[in-house]
C-alpha cells in the first residue's frame, strides 16, 4: 500500500502471476471518529485461451440455399472480439445476404458461387491481453444447377431421365432465433441488443415493432443492416415484446421476444452526512429502488448494526435511522447497504456531533459585478454547530434586508432578483448560533449593460460589389467587450475579402456565396448581445466604362468623447470614384502654436471611419481627413471644430544633454529645447543642475528661459560633472531627468611621453616605443599620440636636403607604432607628443636612428660606344640611389641572332670605382644585349639594359663618315615599348631603328588569354599610339609592329589598367587644345625626321643625333593620371623621369629598388594611423622636399608629349 494514501497497488511485472490475486477487496479508513468502507473490488486475471483443435470438414452446398458458419470461439475473460478474414488478413465483406451474428456465427441468407472459397477464418481478439487467436479456415465450396446438371448427365444414359431443379426462390425462414418466440433479460441502464437473421431467395429484409407500443425515440438504433435492434439506456418502460419481422417476395417470417428489465439497485435517498450539536435530534435516510425490489442493511463503523455498540441516542427504522438527543459519544460513520440479485449499492455517511461557533467560508471583500436589471447572488457560505441563522445588511450601518425584492437561500446566498444601479454598495453576512457570531463583508457592482445601438441593416448588392455592415456599440466603460462576426450561425469564411473592423465588417468584390445571413456578437465577461442582418447577392447590371479617379474628401467630421489626452474623432467617406478606398490620412493644426501648419497624426485602414486621437496638453486642435485610392490622395475634408486640451506639467525632458568645456575654466551644458506642443502649457522653462563627479557637493541649479544652452563658469581644468535638465511650465515640473556626465573645458597636455625607443626592423621600417604620460597630466580626453620624424641626412652621400617632417597618429593609450617608408642608409629623428581634444602636449626629446642598408636603384644611365669589328665600349652613371655602399657592379651580355634568339650569357664583376668598361674579343657584325646593375653588401639593385651590334670586317661596309661614334643598326628594330595605363585607356610609345616611312600597327589582348590579338593601326609613321575602351583593372599584353618589314614586331609588354573610380578629373587626352597641340607636335616631328634622314643619307650630322649625344640621359616626365587613390603619401622621388638606360627591360620584367612598403598599404584619412598590431592605417602630412630630378625607379611609362620631345 502506498504510503499516507489507501491505495493498494498489486504489481506482477517482476515476477508472480496474476491468479494469486484472485478475489474481492474491501478498503477500510478508521480513526477516533469512525470507519468507512469501500465498496467490493473484485479482482480476475484476463484470460485468453487458445482455440480447440477441430476437423473440419469442407462445406458442399447448392446455389442458392443458406449456411451458417459457427464460429465458437473459446470462453476468454473478458469475452474475446470476433471478426471474420480470409488468409490475405482482408476483412470479409458483409452485406444484407452475408453477415455476422452477436454470437460471432457468419450468416449466409442463400449462397452464390462467388462464395466458394477455402479461407473463412474466424478470429478472436482478447483485447485485455492484446492477443488475437485464429480458428482453422473453413472451405465453402457452392455448387451452381448448370454443373450439377452436367455431372448428372455424364453418369446417365441417353434414355434416363434425370435434371436438377433450377434455383428456386424460397420465402423467409429465420436462422436466429429459432422458434416462433424467446425470452431476454436486461438490466436497467444497460444496453438492449436483439438479433433476428433469416435465410430465404431473394434476401429478405428486416423490420422491427414493439407490440403495444412504440419504440423509444433518440434511443433506438439499428446495426448490421437491421438485422440488430439496439436500444440504449433502457429502463423498465422498456419491457415488453418485440417483434421481428423477415419478407421478401413469396412471404414473410417473425419472431417475438419478450424482454424484461431487471434493475440493480439505485438510489432514491443516499444517506448524507449529517452535523449535529449536542441535544440536538436528526436522521438518516437510505432509500434504492431495483428489480426485484432491494433489501436495505445498515452498519457502523463497518460492523453490521445489530452487533455494533449501543448507542441509546440511536434508532433503526427500515431504510431510517433516527436520532434523538445526541451526544458527541454519537459520532460514528454509518453504511448502507442495498442489494438485489443483480448488485448492491454501498454509502458511508458521517455522522459528527459537535459545537462549533460560525465560519463563514465567503472570501472576504468578494467583488461581485453583474448587468443593470439582471439577478445577483451574494454567497455567504457558512459552518458551525448548531447550524447558524445567517442575516443580511446593506451597509456598515444599515439595517437588516427584508421583503420581496430579496430572496435568502437556506444556504446563505443572497439574491436580488433585479439589480439596479442603486442595488450597488457593499453587503455584510452576518452568522451567528449559540456559540457565536462572525460577519463578512462583499461588495457589488451594478454595470451599464453592453447595447449595439447601430445594428447591421439587410442589404441587397451586385454580385463584385463591395458592401459593409455596421455594429456599433456602447458598452460600460469598465469592460472590454470583443466582437464576432458569424456567417449563417457559422464562423466566416477564411478569405481575405472579409475584413472585420472595430464596428463593421467588409465584404470585397462579392460573389454568390457570400449570400446569407450575417451576425454580430458582442460579448464581455458579464454579457452578450446580438444582431443579424441579410445579404442578398444580385447580378450586376451591364455598365459603361469605369472611370477610375481620386476619392471625393470626406465630410461631416465629428468629435466625440472628448478627454484630456484622447479623443474620438468620426467622419464619413466621400464618393471613392470607382477606385476602393485604402486608407484614411488624420492630420492636425495646432491654432495655438503653428496656426496654418498641418502635421501627419496617424492613419487608419479604409474600412474604418473612426478613430481614437491622442491628445496632448496645451494644444488648441482641429482636425482633417484625406481619404487615398490607387489613384491618388483626395482634397482634405474641411477642418473639425476646435479642442483646445487643457494645460499640464511636461510629460517629457529635453534630450541630447552634453556638457562640454568650450574653455579650460568652463562647462558648457547644452540641451534640444521641447517643442511648442511639448511643452504641456505656458511658461516652459528649464532647470539646468550640476555637481562634480565622485566629490560630495550639493547639487547646483539655476532656472533659465527657453533657450538651448547654459555657461557654468570657474569650473577646474577637465574633471567630470553630473548633469540634468529638466522641463517645467507654470502647471509644474517634468519627471525627473536622467543625469549625463559631462567635462569641463580641456587644456593642453603637461608633459612629453617618456622612454622613448627605436628598434629598426629592416631598411625600410621601424618600431617605435614610449610610456605612456599619466592621466592627470593629459588634462583633456586622451585622444591618442602623434610620431613626428623626419630624414637628417643619407649615409652614403653626406648631404643635407630640406628637412621634411612626417607625422603619424596612433589613437587611443597606445604605447607602440610602426613607421613605414624610411630611405635605407640614412640617420632619422623623431620626438613623441601626447594629444587630446585641446591640442598637442610638448614633444619629447629627439630619438636618432639608421636605416640599414638596401640593395641599390639601377643605373642612372647604360651607354654603348664606339663599336669595332670585336669590341664595344660601355659607359655608365651610378645609382640615383645608392641605399648603402657600392661593392661592385655585375654585367651581363648575351648576343642575338636574326631570329632573336639568345645566346649563351657571360657575367663580369666591375669594381664600383668603375665609369667605362671595353669589352673585346666579340664577334664582329653581331647583336649583344647587356644588363647591368649594381650591389651593395645587401645584395644586387634593378637592372637596366641595352643592346648594340659590332661593325662588318673591312671589307664589306661603308664607314660612315659622320656620327661613326654612333652604333648603326644593321636592319629594322621596334624596342622600349613602354605603356602608361589609365582607367580605360593605356599610352603605348616605342623606338623604332630602320627605313624611313615605316608604316606601325599596334596588337594587344588580355593577359593569359587565348583569343586572337587586336591590331590597331597607327597613323603616318608616328612613335606612339593611345588604346581606347579598355577594361579597368584588367591586364594587358602588347606588341608593336611594322608593316612591309617581314613582320618584324617588337617583344610583349604587360600593363594593368587603373581600377574604377568613382568620380575622376577631366582627362587631358580627350581636350581639344591637347589634340591640336598633339597633332602640331607630331607634324613638326615628322618633318624632322624627314629632314635627318635626307642628311644621313648625304653622310652628315643631323640634328636629332646630336641632340641624342648631348643628351644621354634626357628627362622623360610619365604622364600622372588621377588613380582616384585617396590619401596617398608621395614625394618628388615617386615620380622621377625614366632615364633612356632605365626603360623596362626586353623581357617586360620591372624590378623594384626599395622596399615594397608603401604608405598606400598604410592609408587612411588625414592623419596617419596604426592599428592594434601596429599596422600603418593614415598617411604622411608635411611639405615634399625640393630635390634635383634623378632617375626613374618605377615602372610608369613616359607620356607621348615626352617622349616626341625626346627627338627635339
Known sequence: MKPN?????????????????????????????????????VIRPSRSPLWTKEKLEPNHVREGDSLVLHCRPPVGLPPPIIFWMDNAFQRLPQSERVSQ????????????????????????????????????????????????????????????????????????????????????????????????????????VIRWIKE???????????????????????????????????????????????????????WITAPRNLVLSPGEDGTLICRANGNPK????????????????????????????????????????????????????????????????????????????????SPALLDCAYFGSPKPEIEWFKGVKGSILRGNEYVFHDNGTLEIPVAQKNSAGTYTCVARNELGKIQNEVQLEIKDP??????????????????????????????????????????????????????????????????????????????????????????????????????????DLELTGQLERSIDLSWIPGDENNSPITNFVIEYEDALHEPGVWHYQTEVPGTQTTVQLKLSPYVNYSFRVIAVNKIGRSQPSEPSEQYLTKSASPDENPANVQGIGSEPDNLVITWEPLKGFQSNGPGLQYKVSWRQKDVDDEWTSVIVANVSKYIVSGTPTFVPYEIKVQALNDLGYAPEPSEVIGHSGEDLPMVAPGNVQVHVINSTLAKVHWDPVPLKTVRGHLQGYKVYYWKVQSLSRRSRRHVEKKILTFRGNKTFGMLPGLEPYSSYKLNVRVVNGKGEGPASPDKVFKTPEGVPSSPSFLKITNPTLDSLTLEWGSPTHPNGVLTSYTLKFQPINNTHELGPLVEIRIPA?????????????????????????????????????????????????????????LYPRIRNVTTAAAETYANISWEYEGPDHANFYVE?????????????????????????????????????????????????????TGPAMASRQVDIATQGWFIGLMCAVALLILILLIVCFIRRNKGGKYPVKEKEDAHADPEIQPMKEDDGTFGEYSDAEDHKPLKKGSRTPSDRTVKKEDSDDSLVDYGEGVNGQFNEDGSFIGQYSGKKEKEPAEGNESSEAPSPVNAMNSFV
Not at 490475486?21 to 477516533?32: D, F, I, K, L, P
Not at 593601326?1017 to 617581314?1046: C, D, H, M, Q
Open 913 to 969: 670605382n668603375e665609369s667605362s668598361l671595353i669589352l673585346k674579343n666579340l664577334n664582329y657584325s653581331t647583336r649583344y644585349k647587356f644588363y647591368f646593375n649594381a650591389q651593395t653588401s645587401v645584395g644586387s639593385g634593378s637592372q637596366i639594359t641595352e643592346e648594340a651590334v659590332t661593325i662588318m670586317d673591312e671589307a664589306g661596309i661603308l664607314r660612315p663618315a659622320v656620327g661613326a661614334g654612333k652604333v648603326q643598326p
Open 450 to 555: 453592453t447595447m449595439i445601438i447601430k445594428q447591421p441593416e439587410y442589404k441587397v448588392i451586385q454580385r463584385y460589389g463591395q458592401v459593409s455592415f455596421e455594429c456599433i456599440i456602447k458598452h460600460d466603460s469598465t469592460l472590454l467587450p470583443t466582437v464576432t462576426w458569424l456567417k449563417d450561425n457559422d464562423e466566416l469564411p477564411d478569405d481575405d475579402r472579409f475584413l472585420v473592423g472595430k464596428d463593421n465588417l467588409t465584404i470585397m468584390n462579392v460573389t454568390d456565396k457570400d449570400d446569407g445571413t450575417y451576425t454580430c456578437i458582442v460579448n464581455t465577461t458579464l454579457d452578450s448581445v446580438s444582431a443579424s442582418a441579410v445579404l442578398t447577392v444580385v447580378a450586376a447590371p451591364p455598365t459603361p466604362a469605369i472611370i477610375y479617379a481620386r476619392p471625393n474628401p470626406p465630410f
Open 212 to 266: 403495444g407500443g412504440e419504440l423509444p425515440a433518440n434511443r433506438t438504433f439499428f446495426e448490421n443492416f437491421k438485422k440488430t435492434l439496439k436500444i440504449i439506456d433502457v429502463s423498465e418502460a422498456d419491457s415488453g415484446n418485440y417483434k421481428c419481422i423477415a419478407r421478401n417476395t413469396l412471404g414473410s417470417a417473425h419472431h417475438v421476444i419478450s424482454v424484461t428489465v431487471k434493475a440493480a439497485p439505485y
Open 294 to 373: 432491494p433489501s436495505i442493511s445498515w452498519l457502523a463503523n463497518g460492523v453490521p448494526i445489530a452487533i455494533a455498540p449501543e448507542d441509546p441516542s440511536r434508532k433503526v427504522d427500515g431504510d431510517t435511522i433516527i436520532f434523538s438527543h445526541v451526544q458527541e459519544r454519537s459520532s460514528a460513520v454509518y453504511q448502507c447497504n442495498a442489494s438485489n440479485e443483480y448488485g448492491y449499492l454501498l454509502s458511508n455517511a458521517f455522522v459528527n456531533v459537535l459545537a462549533e461557533p460560525p465560519r463563514i467560508l465567503t472570501p472576504a471583500n468578494k467583488l461581485y459585478q453583474v448587468i443593470a436589471d
Open 5 to 41: 494514501s489507501g491505495t493498494l497497488v498489486i504489481n506482477i511485472m517482476n515476477g508472480g502471476k496474476a491468479e494469486a490475486y484472485e478475489g474481492v477487496y474491501q478498503c477500510t479508513a478508521r480513526n477516533e471518529r469512525g470507519a468507512a468502507i469501500s465498496n467490493n473490488i
Open 101 to 204: 451474428g452477436l454470437n460471432g456465427d457468419l450468416y449466409f441468407s442463400n449462397v452464390q458461387p462467388e462464395d466458394s472459397r477455402e479461407d473463412y477464418i474466424c478470429y478472436a481478439r482478447f483485447n485485455h491481453t492484446q492477443t488475437i487467436q485464429q480458428k482453422q479456415p473453413i472451405s465453402v465450396k457452392v455448387f451452381s444447377m448448370d454443373s450439377l446438371n452436367d455431372t448428372i448427365a455424364a453418369n446417365l444414359s441417353d434414355t434416363d431421365i434425370y435434371g436438377a431443379k433450377p434455383v428456386t426462390e424460397r420465402q423467409p425462414v429465420l436462422l436466429t432465433p429459432t422458434g416462433s418466440t424467446s425470452t431476454k433479460v436486461e438490466l436497467r441502464g444497460n444496453v438492449l441488443l436483439l438479433e433476428c437473421i433469416a435465410a430465404g431467395l431473394p434476401t429478405p
Open 1004 to 1056: 594587344y589582348g588580355v593577359a593569359g588569354s587565348k583569343e586572337d590579338w587586336k591590331k590597331e593601326i597607327v597613323n603616318g609613321s608616328r612613335s606612339f599610339f593611345v588604346l581606347k575602351g579598355l577594361t579597368p583593372g584588367t591586364a594587358y599584353k602588347v606588341r608593336v609592329g611594322a608593316e612591309g618589314l617581314s613582320g618584324f614586331r617588337s617583344s610583349e609588354d604587360v600593363f594593368e
